[in-house]
């Protein structure tokens, strides 16, 4: 009896030592974006027009901007690449065609004191587009373009549209932008007195490695079924072994009862758009009884990565409904199943710094 006692509790002792506890929560905040605040910089004249870009930890910015043509189409393939940062479209409304890969043709880089590049685009190689693919885009389909691939998203336009500009910032070269009264202000600047035309800037290369990734909107329709389910559409490589990725979260009408247990993920950042749907999500706060989530496990290895569970305490109950936006930094705990009203899907851009998520 007394060696099974003691076979006992070292067994017990030992599962406790396995456990990995970890903080509460980590620096960083979330941000919420209303559909308001996206509708005020949705034309009537055309534009790329940033709603937030906010910090997303290890010096990287994540941003949301508001690309709007009308109907239009462009008769000389000249385009750009971005030199740093990647991005992720996401069709809100319209339809068009795209001009996408290929390289460019004596390319070079723009200045980097004009206002374009310090608010939109970073660094940034101009030149004339061969050798590209022309891809048509409508409502519900995504592009992913990474650092240093040429792209024009509106070569054509047959039906002004929106579309959601989600950018990775890795260097944070763009202004920061953390309220709707800097957005307005950034998009309406005051006139200014006209400058010399730029001397012509330094030869860039044609392209960077990279390849841009369309997702057509039967492939995310195909994946908003289920009780609930986060899952996978693409994750692509980026540069420095880093990915992005554009996920389904579903979820069916529930709400929760008593404590609510959820969890942050250690090293990647999320955009959330809210394609349908409502309900009440729990954000930031820290976690009581917080532990590493096991890193063999299959929703650690294709949904998560790196991340912490726990009890939700001293979280925000945030309502959401359709075509808001939530940006999540690295370190803040989210449940997003605390009280859904109504069938709700929400695509899910993904930020994974460290390459930590299986690619698809």
Not at 234 to 240: C, H, I, K, L
Request: with cysteine; net charge neutral; charged share 20%.
């Amino acid at each position: 009896m007394v060696w099974t006692l003691c076979a006992l509790f070292s067994t017990v002792a030992l599962a406790q030592s396995q456990v990995r506890r970890a903080p509460g929560n980590m620096p960083g905040d979330f941000m919420f974006i209303p559909k308001a605040d996206l509708e005020v910089l949705m034309g009537p004249t055309r534009g790329d027009r940033a709603s937030r870009v906010v910090p997303i930890g290890e010096g990287a910015q994540m941003g949301a901007f508001i690309l709007h043509y009308e109907k239009m189409k462009n008769d000389v393939p000249d385009s750009f690449y971005h030199g740093e940062i990647h991005e992720i479209y996401y069709v809100i409304r319209g339809e068009g065609t795209a001009l996408l890969g290929g390289e460019l043709e004596n390319a070079r880089w723009d200045d980097s004191t004009t206002q374009t590049y310090k608010s939109i685009t970073g660094p940034t190689a101009r030149g004339r587009m061969k050798g590209y693919t022309m891809q048509k885009w409508s409502a519900g389909d995504v592009i992913i373009v990474p650092a240093g691939v040429p792209h024009t998203i509106g070569w054509e336009v047959t039906v002004p549209n929106d579309i959601l500009r989600v950018v990775i910032d890795p260097k944070s070269r763009l202004n920061r932008i953390t309220t709707r009264e800097q957005s307005i202000a950034q998009a309406n600047p005051p006139a200014q007195q006209a400058q010399a035309p730029a001397a012509p800037g330094q030869p860039a290369p044609p392209n960077m490695p990279g390849t841009a990734t369309f997702i057509p909107k039967a492939d995310l329709q195909a994946l908003m079924k289920g009780a609930i389910g986060d899952t996978p559409a693409r994750v692509v490589p980026v540069a420095n072994r880093a990915n992005l990725g554009v996920f389904v979260l579903h979820m069916e009408p529930r709400k929760a009862t008593g404590p609510v247990n959820s969890f942050y993920h250690s090293e990647i950042a999320e955009l959330y758009y809210l394609a349908r749907g409502s309900g009440t999500a729990l954000l930031g706060g820290e976690l009581e009884n917080a532990t590493w989530d096991d890193s063999n496990s299959a929703s650690i290895r294709n949904v998560r990565g790196p991340s912490v569970n726990g009890t939700m305490k001293n979280a925000k109950a945030q309502k959401f409904s359709a075509e808001d936006i939530v940006i999540v930094a690295p370190g803040v705990p989210h449940g997003w199943t605390h009280d859904v009203a109504e069938t709700t899907d929400i695509i899910r851009v993904v930020w994974d710094p460290k390459g930590s998520l299986m690619r698809k």
